[in-house]
């Protein structure tokens, strides 16, 4: 069984910083990336950062230069530093994983966490 533990969310003041982890269970025979996805009310899920096999990373324009994203092999573990944190970064994050199982070793899927909200309010 797959299981993607996020933590790290809650609510902070514009410009401060938050870090977000995703502890990614030990069922996958290959990742292709891991990343990170947000939603805010009323919009659509968009992608803010991912990692890729290989250690590239992609970021949103939105968040260039303010958010980290970084991983941790040896404990299935991403990461998501956010600085200088903006009102609408409000949004609930998502850890999304790419990869093949164990027992589905052909078939290259999503599999996502459960959200965790973050809040940037004065």
């Known amino acids: 069984q797959v299981q993607l533990v996020e933590s790290g969310g809650g609510s902070v003041q514009p410009g401060g910083s938050l870090r977000l982890s995703c502890a990614v269970s030990?069922?996958?025979?290959?990742?292709?990336?891991m990343g990170w996805y947000r939603q805010a009310p009323g919009t659509g899920r968009e992608l803010v950062a991912n990692?890729?096999?290989?250690?590239?990373?992609n970021y949103a324009d939105s968040v260039k230069g303010r958010f980290t994203i970084s991983r941790e092999t040896a404990k299935n573990t991403v990461y998501l530093q956010m600085n200088s944190l903006k009102p609408d970064d409000t949004a609930v994050y998502y850890c999304?994983?790419?990869?093949?199982?164990?027992?589905?070793?052909?078939?290259?899927?999503?599999?996502w966490g459960q959200g965790t909200q973050v809040t940037v309010s004065s």
């Open positions: 030990d069922s996958f025979s290959s990742i292709n990336n």
């Open positions: 990692i890729f096999s290989g250690g590239s990373t």
């Open positions: 999304n994983v790419q990869g093949r199982t164990y027992w589905r070793r052909l078939i290259l899927s999503d599999y």
